[in-house]
């Protein structure tokens, strides 16, 4: 299966508590205020490599996360910010996040920060004023975006053309589609891939010419195999063969085994073979070397072609649509199968928030609460330690300030009534 997908858990790193903290001084019983601020979370960092070809790592290792930011402490000691997580990912990766792209990784070395770490909460150091010398509260840290990520690698090409140095690949991307490689009667005349279009009946295929494979590519002989690479990103193979070659079976294990030695996946791709070269060639010879391919290949199809005679081409770049067609509605349902049952459970998917507030009242048995929703006030909720009453009377100044708390009193709000907030719960006026 050409695994060219991946769907992974991003979590950057929290940010870090803000410290509560009193500054000790001889002959003073209570110093000022010296809380430090937590530290900023590890932002999740992708870096596109070409030293890295597939996703097929993200398969096993579907979490990843950033370091949080340390708390603050005493002394006005600020917490240190968390570790960012660099992640190496193919050129050619695009990500995801609710099915829009947010990322597109095109260029070697490329950064791109996927998530970004939580701010760490200030400290009580922060706080003070002349009306609030002893302040007793600190922000927590943030939480760091956390976000399910769809990886998708771009396709270089729908089809890989492999085959031995001579045997016609760049002849035939010449003839089916618009590109111009270099042509010549000498092995290794393409040193670089070639990239071409081929219209077929009413679609089209995105074709790649690759230099020639030689026995021993994988171990640097000829060209060697740095640019099977390119093969490893294309959804299916035609396989060129000579049909002048001796020993044709031998011809077609060989490129097989080069194939297998670089990436064992590569064998299980799918795969076209065709013989070149057919121009003017008796019929029973053709035959006999088609049957000679076939006793190695097995089911394999096998087609003969001309590409200067302009003989058999439309037949195999049917074919190969077809096989391109099947080998993406295959990497589609595998993609289905491959999450693990549980997956919902560990993706902590987060929801988009629109700007300002709403209030949604909530009436069970007879008792009145209300939950108020909005970006700005959730984040202060999150920020704020609910274990400190000082705390929690930031957040009811901050909800008078946005004029949250009238609204809530025009709705009915009395001092006990509950009001939810996030996952958080206090009452409308201090208790
Ligand atoms: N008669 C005939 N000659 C062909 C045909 N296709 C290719 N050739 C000749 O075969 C030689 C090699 O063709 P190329 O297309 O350069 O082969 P290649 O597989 O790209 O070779 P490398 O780039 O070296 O790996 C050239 O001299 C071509 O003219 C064909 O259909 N008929
Ligand atoms: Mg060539």
Not at 39 to 68: C, H, M, Q, S, W
Not at 222 to 248: Q, S
Not at 276 to 301: C, F, N, S, W, Y
């Given at each position: 299966?050409?695994?060219?997908?991946?769907?992974?858990?991003?979590?950057?790193?929290?940010?870090?508590?803000?410290?509560?903290?009193?500054?000790?001084?001889?002959?003073?019983?209570?110093?000022?205020?010296?809380?430090?601020?937590?530290?900023?979370?590890?932002?999740?960092?992708?870096?596109?490599?070409?030293?890295?070809?597939?996703?097929?790592?993200?398969?096993?290792?579907?979490?990843?996360?950033?370091?949080?930011?340390?708390?603050?402490?005493?002394?006005?000691?600020?917490?240190?910010?968390?570790?960012?997580?660099?992640?190496?990912?193919?050129?050619?990766?695009?990500?995801?996040?609710?099915?829009?792209?947010?990322?597109?990784?095109?260029?070697?070395?490329?950064?791109?920060?996927?998530?970004?770490?939580?701010?760490?909460?200030?400290?009580?150091?922060?706080?003070?004023?002349?009306?609030?010398?002893?302040?007793?509260?600190?922000?927590?840290?943030?939480?760091?975006?956390?976000?399910?990520?769809?990886?998708?690698?771009?396709?270089?090409?729908?089809?890989?053309?492999?085959?031995?140095?001579?045997?016609?690949?760049?002849?035939?991307?010449?003839?089916?589609?618009?590109?111009?490689?270099?042509?010549?009667?000498?092995?290794?005349?393409?040193?670089?891939?070639?990239?071409?279009?081929?219209?077929?009946?009413?679609?089209?295929?995105?074709?790649?010419?690759?230099?020639?494979?030689?026995?021993?590519?994988?171990?640097?002989?000829?060209?060697?195999?740095?640019?099977?690479?390119?093969?490893?990103?294309?959804?299916?193979?035609?396989?060129?063969?000579?049909?002048?070659?001796?020993?044709?079976?031998?011809?077609?294990?060989?490129?097989?085994?080069?194939?297998?030695?670089?990436?064992?996946?590569?064998?299980?791709?799918?795969?076209?073979?065709?013989?070149?070269?057919?121009?003017?060639?008796?019929?029973?010879?053709?035959?006999?070397?088609?049957?000679?391919?076939?006793?190695?290949?097995?089911?394999?199809?096998?087609?003969?072609?001309?590409?200067?005679?302009?003989?058999?081409?439309?037949?195999?770049?049917?074919?190969?649509?077809?096989?391109?067609?099947?080998?993406?509605?295959?990497?589609?349902?595998?993609?289905?199968?491959?999450?693990?049952?549980?997956?919902?459970?560990?993706?902590?998917?987060?929801?988009?928030?629109?700007?300002?507030?709403t209030i949604e009242t909530v009436e069970e048995d007879g008792v009145l609460s209300f939950r108020v929703i909005g970006e700005k006030i959730e984040k202060f909720a999150r920020r704020t330690d609910f274990d400190s009453f000082e705390g929690v009377n930031r957040l009811r100044d901050i909800m008078k300030k946005l004029g949250i708390s009238h609204e809530l009193r025009r709705k009915g709000a009395e001092a006990e009534t509950m009001i939810f907030i996030g996952d958080q719960a206090f009452t409308f006026i201090e208790q």
């Amino acid at each position: 299966m050409f695994v060219d997908t991946a769907k992974v858990l991003i979590q950057a790193g929290k940010g870090g508590d803000g410290a509560v903290s009193f500054r000790h001084e001889i002959y003073v019983d209570k110093g000022g205020p010296d809380g430090g601020d937590g530290g900023k979370g590890g932002d999740v960092i992708f870096v596109a490599t070409e030293n890295v070809n597939t996703l097929l790592d993200f398969r096993y290792k579907p979490e990843l996360k950033a370091k949080p930011g340390k708390n603050g402490s005493k002394q006005d000691r600020h917490g240190r910010s968390g570790e960012p997580l660099y992640v190496k990912v193919p050129m050619g990766t695009i990500v995801r996040r609710d099915g829009v792209i947010i990322a597109d990784l095109t260029d070697n070395d490329q950064e791109v920060i996927i998530a970004k770490g939580g701010d760490g909460g200030f400290g009580n150091a922060h706080f003070k004023s002349s009306v609030r010398q002893t302040p007793r509260m600190a922000e927590k840290g943030e939480f760091g975006d956390t976000f399910e990520a769809e990886l998708e690698l771009k396709l270089l090409a729908d089809v890989g053309l492999v085959g031995f140095p001579n045997a016609g690949k760049s002849t035939f991307l010449s003839v089916v589609s618009n590109a111009r490689p270099e042509i010549a009667d000498y092995a290794f005349t393409t040193l670089t891939p070639n990239l071409g279009v081929a219209d077929i009946d009413d679609g089209s295929l995105l074709i790649a010419d690759i230099p020639g494979l030689i026995e021993g590519a994988s171990e640097g002989k000829g060209l060697g195999d740095a640019f099977l690479r390119h093969v490893e990103r294309t959804a299916v193979l035609l396989h060129l063969i000579d049909v002048y070659t001796d020993d044709i079976a031998q011809a077609y294990t060989t490129i097989r085994h080069e194939l297998a030695s670089y990436n064992m996946a590569l064998t299980d791709r799918p795969e076209v073979i065709a013989l070149t070269k057919i121009d003017g060639l008796d019929e029973d010879i053709i035959a006999m070397q088609m049957d000679a391919v076939r006793a190695v290949a097995g089911e394999v199809p096998i087609f003969a072609l001309s590409s200067t005679a302009h003989q058999g081409l439309k037949e195999v770049l049917r074919v190969l649509r077809q096989k391109v067609s099947d080998a993406r509605q295959a990497t589609a349902e595998y993609e289905e199968d491959a999450l693990p049952d549980d997956y919902e459970t560990i993706s902590l998917g987060q929801t988009q928030i629109a700007e300002g507030w709403t209030i949604e009242t909530v009436e069970e048995d007879g008792v009145l609460s209300f939950r108020v929703i909005g970006e700005k006030i959730e984040k202060f909720a999150r920020r704020t330690d609910f274990d400190s009453f000082e705390g929690v009377n930031r957040l009811r100044d901050i909800m008078k300030k946005l004029g949250i708390s009238h609204e809530l009193r025009r709705k009915g709000a009395e001092a006990e009534t509950m009001i939810f907030i996030g996952d958080q719960a206090f009452t409308f006026i201090e208790q």
